[in-house]
């Protein structure tokens, strides 16, 4: 992660936000200052040693640091570790998606994780206990106070917030089933001792390692580079291979979708519950939330809702369970380039994720799920089965988003040539199984060669009557034929996705956005034709926009001044000079992203400073109801003044966190994703 200015700046917010003061002043100055020791901190910050082990064992805990200890090097040298602590902005992202996914008892075992940092499970157990025990007693005495008619302990018959809710996890054999699953989903991971040491770290002692052990006598020739290269990338996915330890000896004993199969045939005659199905754990084991995975499942959540939009809501479901089932063991968004090194792993990340068949999306549906939905009623005669099942077996090179314009001018003889040859081809595969019925000098319905689409449920009943598995496959073929190509048909009955052509295209999908909220539909026309055309005179430009030169120049200026254009002066001889040079208007799409991408920090370091001046005016009511017997009441027991003065900060603290979770998912476009 590259750390400007303002991500140390927005890191550090995060960390005062969540952990407080002191970590969040050793955080800034550890990402300012580089690696450095604790007396060269004590040097920085002008802190005593006892103040800064408390705030380095609150980095520590919560892995916001890295560590290394040389050989021979009395002190250890602490590391900023910017990337998780961006993460801290995506914590309730992180619960509502395991929410949707697992059940409240999981998010409340999620959430106990993400603020207790790296935990060892023997100590998350007594926690809980604790809790269990505590809710037992709460709903014991609710229970006794009711068989003798007392009163509740609340303001008008209401009770504690506490005793009304109840304990999530009902036991420790609970617990231990929902750490199982989250392992098994690898959202939650083993904690080792390369857990605390950064990559570059990791990647030195693995190649010192792989050096002294397979090249002692230094590298020859570029058959042993290569040898190089996949030993290193085999060391260090070996490294990344430990924090699955836990989920290796899971997976023993089968995974958790078998073991409650096995649950609904013996479990139910013989009296076991099902969390007892789950085999304990170690109670010594130390685990963390794998913040990476939760990466990969909010990019699922992302896309389906990218799908919502272009194709509906049962396409969208269709496609968000065949993306789980393809990133089911996806471990993170992007390939590591050192790690993913060698000739399998090329061919690999040159495929795509393994492909899902049909039959396991099918399994996969939910029942009172109406996949009649969202697609059109075609006769049969009237759909190109050779079109429809085009099988590609490798992503497209490079994704075109606008297609280039058409070259002015007669086309070569070798181009006609190639024109007709496939303008032949593709006739003959499509009239082999295609008729169009005459329409009488229409074109149809919707248009295009006769085929009317109809959506009347009452039209075509024979047409209409398809079974579900049928009915599937017209969704997949929606998602594999549309502008975005969120799915390539990969295979007689199989489907896959590439991610980074679709992530591109979402990525400018979502700079469009942002060009026509800020410069109108005008100036997104504009960066379209430079996209299309590349680099375009600015005496040509007008010509090609179809716009008056005085009108088209303040618009450039405009998108020149936000960042989303750019001119280069090109001199007509060695002499530079204004009059007689060349002014190109051009678009660099990558540079624009990345402008977009630090106006998202500086948007959400702004939001975070608007809320802590909102705090400082109004510390009193604040302060008022922190206090015990205001807290919970305060509508009840605080003045009317005061109380609309809470109310009006509480809307105002919801909207800045929602505002930061907007631009979040911006950034998670441009720059995780």
Not at 184 to 192: C, G, K
Not at 269 to 296: F, S, T, W
Not at 375 to 386: D, M, N, Q, Y
Not at 530 to 552: H, I
Request: glycine share 6%; aromatic share 6%; charged share 30%.
């Amino acid at each position: 992660m590259l750390v400007t200015k303002s991500v140390a700046e927005l890191c550090a917010l995060l960390i005062d936000e969540l952990h407080g003061e002191l970590p969040s002043r050793i955080f800034a100055i550890l990402l300012s200052k580089g690696r450095s020791t604790l007396p060269q901190l004590a040097q920085y910050t002008s802190m005593t040693p006892r103040q800064l082990r408390h705030g380095l064992a609150v980095l520590q805990q919560h892995n916001l640091l890295f560590y290394h200890v040389d050989s021979g090097a009395e002190f250890a040298a602490y590391e900023a570790n910017a990337d998780h602590a961006y993460n801290l902005a995506r914590t309730g992202k992180i619960l509502e998606m395991i929410d949707s996914s697992f059940g409240a008892p999981a998010k409340d075992v999620m959430q106990s994780l993400l603020l207790s940092g790296q935990t060892r499970i023997s100590d998350l157990v007594a926690a809980y206990q604790v809790k269990i025990e505590h809710a037992n007693k709460a709903a014991a005495a609710i229970g006794d106070d009711h068989d003798f008619g007392a009163e509740t302990n609340g303001v008008n018959g209401d009770l504690h917030p506490a005793k009304k809710a109840g304990a999530l996890v009902k036991s420790t054999a609970h617990l231990n089933s929902i750490i199982c699953r989250l392992v098994e989903a690898e959202l939650i991971d083993v904690v080792h001792t390369k857990t605390f040491e950064s990559h570059q770290d990791v990647l030195k002692t693995v190649e010192k390692e792989v050096m002294d052990k397979h090249f002692p006598a230094g590298i020859k020739g570029n058959k042993a580079k290569i040898e190089l290269q996949e030993r290193i990338a085999e060391g260090l996915r070996k490294v990344r291979g430990e924090s699955k330890s836990l989920k290796r000896k899971l997976e023993q004993n089968g995974t958790a979708a078998k073991r409650r199969k096995l649950f609904a045939g013996i479990g139910m005659a013989n009296g076991v519950h099902e969390e007892d199905m789950d085999p304990a754990l170690d109670p010594r084991q130390v685990i963390r939330v794998n913040y990476e995975k939760c990466l990969v499942d909010l990019r699922n959540r992302r896309l389906v809702h990218f799908a919502t939009d272009m194709l509906g809501d049962t396409t969208a479901y269709v496609y968000g369970v065949l993306l789980k089932l393809l990133t089911r063991d996806l471990p993170r968004c992007r390939p590591d380039a050192v790690m993913d090194a060698g000739e399998e792993a090329k061919e690999e990340s040159e495929k795509g994720p393994g492909p899902v068949t049909t039959e396991q999306i099918l399994d996969s549906l939910k029942t009172s799920v109406d996949l009649s939905l969202g697609i059109g009623k075609a006769e049969r005669r009237l759909v190109s089965s050779t079109a429809a099942e085009k099988i590609e077996l490798y992503p497209p090179k490079k994704k075109v988003l606008i297609e280039e314009a058409e070259v002015d001018g007669e086309a070569s003889a070798d181009e006609e040539e190639s024109d007709n040859n496939n303008n032949s081809s593709e006739e003959s595969d499509y009239e082999s199984d295609y008729k169009a019925p005459a329409t009488n000098g229409t074109n149809g319905v919707n248009g295009t060669n006769g085929a009317k689409v109809k959506f009347d449920e009452s039209a075509a009943p024979k047409e209409r009557r398809l079974d579900r598995p049928t009915q599937l496959r017209q969704h997949l073929l929606i998602l594999s034929e549309s502008t975005q190509r969120f799915v390539r048909h990969c295979g007689p009955n199989e489907w896959t996705v590439d991610f980074t052509p679709l992530m591109n295209s979402l990525r400018e999908t979502e700079l469009d956005s942002v060009i026509e909220r800020t410069a109108g539909r005008q100036g997104l026309r504009l960066v379209r034709i430079l996209r299309a055309k590349g680099k375009l005179d600015e005496k040509a430009l007008p010509n090609v926009a179809l716009m008056r030169k005085p009108e088209l120049q303040q618009k450039m200026m405009e998108m020149q001044t936000a960042g989303f254009v750019h001119v280069q002066e090109v001199p007509r001889d060695l002499k530079a000079d204004v009059k007689k040079s060349f002014f190109l208007w051009f678009c660099d799409v990558d540079r624009s992203l990345d402008r977009l991408l630090d106006t998202s920090y500086q948007t959400m370091v702004h939001c975070i400073q608007v809320l802590e001046a909102l705090r400082q005016k109004e510390r009193d009511v604040l302060e008022t109801t922190k206090r015990s017997d205001v807290r919970g009441r305060e509508k009840d027991t605080m003045r009317k003044e005061y109380y609309e003065r809470y109310s009006r900060f509480l809307e105002c603290e919801r909207k800045l966190f929602a505002q930061v979770m907007r631009v979040d998912d911006l950034v998670s476009v441009l720059r995780d994703f």
